[in-house]
């Protein structure tokens, strides 16, 4: 494919979301292109320029086409990075912020018709090679909200955390990334007291203010389920404009929370979804849908955001026997397993081969 053929297929694949001219770009010639944009003036005799009449139209709408970059053809094209992609994806009703007329809301964020198509191509390319042509994966759609005891089990509840500093007048920021940021040292597996200890030690602070301490904020959306419960409130306060005394102060006998990833009904559902389906092991369960993450602080773009949709797929099998499915890494992964017994042990999977095995355990 010639550089202006290929020119011509990266903007059609973007602009129309065609699968497949998408299908005929790859990842090196993308990297190659966007190169040689940024790197080759636009003169006459390059393949990507058009001599232009200001005082005419070049097409029967009277607009110039522009580049990925977002700039016209009659000037050289600014740096790829960033803030271009999204000015871009804006421009041409890609992905925009949410409710931007009402100010927005950081972290969210809407997709147009293009959008919604390029989305679609995606979702579709992998559902075809995942679900469509394998006999032993199959789908489901699960609900956002599930019973909160799967996620007090599946450690979410407690552990699904991330460290956060505040200042004096109330600020807030991840403590990893300002410690990564600002020291440019890692926080793997420091406690929160570790990493104020480091801030103090360093004398840091974060816009100005002083940092008064670190604590952990869970990432999960809670939210209640019917009316809510009230606490210490005498029925006598209750009124016809509001019987449930909606403000007070309620109890969490009804928090629940917008599921942080998929996997976990897959996890609730898989023994009854190789039921019905008369699936035996190895098998594989996908699903595809929105999961939502109460990010300290979104950032570039849709890579870090609050709502974003997700494509998981849980595969079982079982360990004591070939799986032809998995690769040599796979193979050697190490996982801990706490069995019935009680017993917590750290084992690779290439290990239990021709072992009888207790299933009588979680992992």
């Not at 559902?127 to 996620?151: A, L, M, Y």
């Not at 404009?241 to 559902?269: A, H, M, W």
């Not at 796979?330 to 081969?353: D, M, P, R, S």
Request: hydrophobic share 30%; charged share 20%.
């Amino acid at each position: 494919m010639s550089d202006k053929e290929f020119t011509n297929a990266l903007n059609n694949a973007i602009i129309d979301s065609h699968p497949t001219l998408l299908e005929q770009l790859n990842e090196s010639q993308m990297i190659e292109h966007l190169q040689k944009l940024q790197n080759t003036p636009n003169t006459p005799n390059t393949p990507n320029t058009q001599e232009i009449n200001p005082s005419s139209d070049t097409s029967s709408t009277g607009q110039r086409r522009r580049s990925l970059t977002g700039a016209t053809s009659s000037t050289t094209p600014p740096s790829f990075n960033i803030d271009t992609l999204v000015g871009f994806c804006k421009e041409k009703g890609f992905i925009f912020p949410s409710s931007e007329i009402y100010g927005g809301i950081k972290g969210f964020f809407d997709y147009g018709h293009y959008g919604v198509q390029l989305k679609r191509n995606i979702i579709d390319a992998y559902f075809s090679f995942f679900v469509t042509k394998r006999e032993n994966i199959i789908s489901q759609d699960g609900s956002i909200i599930s019973n909160p005891n799967v996620w007090k089990a599946s450690g979410h509840v407690d552990k699904f955390n991330d460290p956060i500093l505040i200042t004096r007048s109330n600020l807030k920021y991840r403590a990893d990334h300002f410690l990564e940021e600002t020291m440019n040292i890692s926080t793997e597996g420091m406690t929160n007291e570790k990493i104020f200890e480091i801030i103090q030690s360093n004398n840091l602070k974060y816009g100005g203010d002083d940092i008064v301490s670190v604590e952990h904020m869970n990432l999960m959306f809670a939210s209640q389920t019917g009316a809510p419960s009230v606490s210490s409130v005498s029925s006598a306060s209750s009124t016809s404009l509001n019987p449930y005394n909606v403000g007070k102060t309620q109890s969490n006998d009804n928090t629940v929370y917008l599921r942080p990833e998929t996997c976990q009904n897959i996890f609730c559902n898989a023994k009854y979804l190789a039921n019905v389906n008369r699936l035996s092991l190895p098998f594989g369960i996908t699903q595809i849908g929105k999961v939502f993450r109460n990010e300290i602080a979104p950032k570039n773009f849709i890579f870090r955001c609050r709502e974003f949709e997700q494509m998981e797929m849980e595969y079982f099998f079982n360990p004591s026997t070939e799986c032809i499915e998995l690769s040599a890494k796979h193979k050697t992964f190490g996982i801990e397993c706490k069995f019935a017994n009680g017993i917590t042990q750290f084992v690779e999977l290439n290990t239990l081969l021709g072992k009888n095995i207790d299933f009588d355990h979680h992992v």
